[in-house]
């Protein structure tokens, strides 16, 4: 059923920031949105373009090798004037990994400490070995936890105040150490969470949906669908990680 309302959805440097398909999360965005009569407009920004954010309601950055994030770093830098408003504007924006990293203070790259965009108080070191794995997340967007896989070798600190994005029930997160993962401050989710993050974890990509629908139309009121498929994957993953299912500890 149509509603006659529609969001627009900016994807920045897909072309250089789209580890384990992390594009992946704009589709999901995309059919979520039309299966709810709701018109999804995806605009890509490209190297040596530059991001419109006015009309914009989400942004999404995916995550990347250091040398590619080494590559659009002076890029998004450019632009962090018109990101930091967006952001203390409401705007919302998921960030993965690499363009999580980013989104901080700086981010340390072999010897040199580049300059992120001070969109959150955060910053990142580096420290061995790589995490990697699979991850399982509980967080406060979400009903179910937040399932995926993580590979990076920063180390993410958020500021004092800083809410993460959830408590570590499997995995790694921001640093190994802190049995956190991700950041949450306003509308912005960054996460270390690919997989893509989005398909398996409905309630994150709704809490998205939802928040940019408040700002733009304020109401973030959305209708269920039908996710028996997207939590059955959910759940099967959990259950691997865990060691539980809905019939009971294995
Ligand atoms: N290059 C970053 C790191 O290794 C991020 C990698 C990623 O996006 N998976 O920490």
């Known amino acids: 059923m149509a509603s006659g309302r529609s ?6 440097y897909p ?10 999360n704009i589709l999901v965005l995309r059919k979520r949105m039309e299966w709810r009569g709701l018109a999804c407009d995806v605009r890509e920004v490209h190297m040596g373009e530059r991001a419109t954010l006015a009309g914009t309601d989400l942004v999404f950055i995916g995550g990347g090798s250091d040398r590619e994030q080494r590559i659009v770093c002076d890029e998004l830098l450019a632009q962090r004037r018109e990101l930091a408003s967006f952001v203390e504007d409401g705007g919302v924006l998921l960030a993965v990994c690499g363009g999580y990293q980013l989104l901080g203070h700086s981010y340390l790259m072999g010897e040199e400490k580049v300059r992120g965009l001070s969109l959150v108080d955060l910053y990142t070191d580096r420290g061995s070995p790589r995490l990697i794995g699979n991850v399982v ?16 070798g920063g180390r993410t600190h958020l500021g004092k105040g800083v809410e993460s994005l959830g408590r570590v029930l499997r995995g790694h997160g921001n640093d190994g150490l802190s049995g956190e993962e991700g950041c949450l401050y306003r509308n912005v989710v960054g996460t270390y969470v690919h997989g893509p993050l989005l398909p398996k974890n409905p ?33 099967t993953m959990r259950a691997r990680l865990l060691g539980t299912s809905r019939f009971g500890r294995h």
Not at 15 to 24: A, F, K, M, V
């Open 203 to 235: 309630g994150v990509a709704d809490w998205l949906i939802a928040r940019a629908l408040e700002r733009r139309y304020g109401t973030g009121e959305l209708e269920p669908l039908d996710d028996a498929d997207e939590l059955a994957a959910n759940e």
């Open 7 to 12: 969001l627009r959805v900016l994807h920045l």
């Open 15 to 24: 072309e250089l920031l789209n580890l384990y398909g992390d594009s992946g």
């Open 137 to 152: 997340v509980e967080s406060r967007i979400a009903p179910q936890p937040i399932v995926g896989y993580e590979n990076h």
